[in-house]
């Protein structure tokens, strides 16, 4: 066997060699960067020296930083539920149809996956924006109101609902396709016992689909986690604060600010914040 | 948990209550009442298909305004309903327009889009079948945990590698190339930990151990008896590497300052940007357009490739 460890080692190689070098590289450059400041001495330009844990310190007192995380918490709890419950049903509903109207359907709601998430936010932020609205076309024929997509109250929402148009049917063909691995015995089995289709829906097909749906959750709170395209896109279009996201607000700390190192200590404490969320899931999730 | 034990319960006895703690006494014992009555119904009929074609037009609705849009010029876009069509219809204009404005440079992006994503399609594909192969075929030391140790990274922020990532390949003068933006997205931890799971399931060992026995060496094992075998795996991982990389903005928004390098997704962001900046022509014609274009060969493929997303893409979720 110990020839078979060399080979193991040879088909591993290439995906280490792209691994280390552009994966793990430039987390662990991230974490020694994070260790800097930049500070003024004197009356020269400011310098980066050694700060320890400086970064970490401001970060978690850092208004912006935890408007960002708030705004993904609100989405982990409304979001992702709302599509997540509207892929279970668009998956038990279609599950039930036959012919081409399902078949168009499963390929529709399965589309904007496909699409790329800088061209839909696009196409979105045109649906929204005031001068362009057709909502506010119509809005504005049937009693001259206007709803603003794009103020600051509304604007996270906005973002929500082009996130849901995005992800709703990848997470219901998922869906989808563990139903149909469901055995068909168990229904036959539940209607000899006596249960109605809604007993069925909620004490089988419910049951079974829930490894997926934590899957499918975690998934989603790891993307939310990383929402940056659509708020970024949007930004020429209306008011998109800078600390919608903490995506967004690190970009810019690092491309707009050059500050590169609290960059640095705010993509890390993001990384051990999802860790920390998503990890008892994942290990739950793989031990079963 | 799962569906490897409740699959196994087919037994009519006791399936209505498969093992699991969400489930317990949901079903208790039937209720005669129940017998008969509205068992085999479902939701009626004219209700499923009236939700289900709520959501098919609101998944429709921002295909609606290109498709209204791509008809209309610059002005018409302000001045009539975003989702009906424009008369008189401004089409080909519009189609010359794109591809004339700035010397063509849409025509530009779209091959650099081309070359991104097969380059990285092809590369990224290649590198997670062997890897995948070494997780499910070999064992070597500390296996298992090297994949979760991968496999924990799809955890990490994407803005945590890219920044770091940008001073890295300014270094070594990668910066503003092509090579900057293929390079780096070869790494798809999850494309490996789906090649694996499609390598467990479709590739027996008992095929490797006789393969062996004839005399076949470890690489002609894995080309040309592995390989062949793996299609569905192979065409899915590369669909979803497609999708990546066709899609990909982050990246190539930081490592890429000129313009004529740009992938599609970046370009048409930078004439929305010019566009609505003060001051600068709107081309919202030539956006609307492009747009419908650049989704072309993601929608193409999926038409084509339906088997492969409806089963394949789920493989790794509903594993378990």
């Known amino acids: ?44 330009p400011a310098k980066e020296v050694l700060g320890g844990m400086a970064n970490y310190v401001r970060a978690v007192q850092d208004g912006d930083f935890l408007n960002g995380l708030k705004n993904m918490f609100v989405f982990g709890v409304v979001q992702v539920p709302v599509m997540l419950g509207l892929a279970i049903v668009l998956a038990l509903l279609l599950a039930e149809s036959r012919g081409i109207f399902m078949k168009v359907c499963r390929t529709t709601f399965f589309m904007p996956y496909g699409i790329p998430s ?4 696009l196409i979105w ?101 990383q929402l940056f395209t659509e708020a970024f896109v949007l930004r020429p279009l209306g008011y998109v604060a800078d600390n919608i996201t ?7 700390t690092a491309a707009r600010d050059a500050n590169y190192s609290y960059a640095g200590a705010l993509a890390i404490l993001l990384a051990l914040l999802i860790f920390v969320i998503s990890g008892p899931f994942l290990r739950r999730i793989s031990s079963s | ?30 209720i005669p009442a129940l017998r008969g009555d509205a068992a085999t119904s479902s939701v009626p009929g004219a209700l499923r298909n009236l939700v289900l074609a709520a959501f098919l037009l609101y998944c429709l609705l921002p295909a609606t305004w290109i498709i209204a849009a791509m008809t209309k010029d610059n002005g018409q876009i302000f001045s009539t309903f975003g989702l009906w069509f424009a008369n008189p219809p401004h089409f080909f204009e519009n189609l010359i327009g794109l591809f004339t ?50 496999l924990g990274t799809i955890m990490v922020p994407s803005t945590a590698l890219v920044l770091p990532l940008f001073l890295m390949l300014n270094k070594v003068g990668l910066v503003n190339t092509m090579w900057g933006v293929i390079l780096p997205s070869l790494v798809n931890p999850f494309g490996l930990y789906l090649m694996k799971t499609f390598w467990d399931s479709g590739f027996p060992n008992e095929l490797i151990e006789a393969s062996r026995l004839e005399g076949a060496n ?69 956006i609307a357009l492009g747009s419908l274009i650049s989704v072309l060969p993601l929608l193409i493929a999926f038409v084509v490739l339906g088997k492969y997303w409806r089963g394949g893409l789920t493989a790794g979720a509903t594993k378990g």
Request: with cysteine; glycine share 8%; net charge positive.
């Open chain 1, 1 to 44: 066997m110990r020839q078979h460890r060399k080979t193991a080692f040879l088909f591993l190689a290439p995906f280490l060699t792209v691994f280390v070098a552009f994966y793990l590289t430039p987390v662990i450059y991230a974490i020694y960067l994070s260790l800097f400041i930049r500070k003024r001495v004197g009356i020269g």
């Open chain 1, 118 to 121: 800088a061209i839909g936010a």
């Open chain 1, 125 to 225: 932020g045109y649906l929204y924006s005031p001068n362009l609205s057709p909502f506010n076309q119509v809005l504005g024929a049937l009693h001259g109101g206007a709803i603003e997509f794009l103020s600051p109250g509304v604007v996270l929402f906005s973002i929500a609902n082009i996130v849901t148009w995005t992800w709703t049917g990848y997470n219901m063909i998922t869906l989808f396709a563990a139903l149909q691995n469901i055995p068909t015995e168990l229904y036959e089995a539940a209607r000899v016992d006596g249960a109605t289709h809604w007993d069925i829906v909620r004490s089988i097909k419910i049951p079974l689909l829930m490894p997926t749906l934590k899957l499918l959750f975690i998934f989603s709170v790891i993307g939310t986690s």
């Open chain 1, 246 to 252: 903490p995506n967004l607000y690190l970009y810019l």
């Open chain 2, 1 to 30: 948990m799962g569906l490897k034990q409740t699959s196994a319960q087919t037994d009519p006895g006791d399936a209505t209550v498969p093992a699991g703690p969400p489930l317990g006494n949901v079903v208790a014992p039937p």
């Open chain 2, 101 to 150: 404005y700035q010397n063509g440079i849409f025509l530009r992006w779209f091959g650099n889009s081309l070359l991104y994503a097969g380059s990285i399609t092809l590369g990224s594909t290649l590198i997670c079948a062997m890897g995948g192969y070494a997780f499910s075929k070999y064992d070597f030391p500390s296996k298992q945990l090297l994949f979760n140790f991968i």
């Open chain 2, 218 to 286: 470890e690489w002609q094992i894995f080309w040309r008896i592995g390989i062949p075998l793996m299609q569905t795996g192979l065409v899915t991982v590369a669909l979803l590497c497609f999708v990546g990389a066709w899609n990909n903005f982050f990246l190539p928004l930081i490592v890429l300052s000129q313009d004529s390098l740009y992938p599609l997704t970046l370009g048409l962001n930078i004439w929305n940007s010019v566009s609505s900046a003060a001051g600068g022509k709107p081309v919202y014609n030539l």
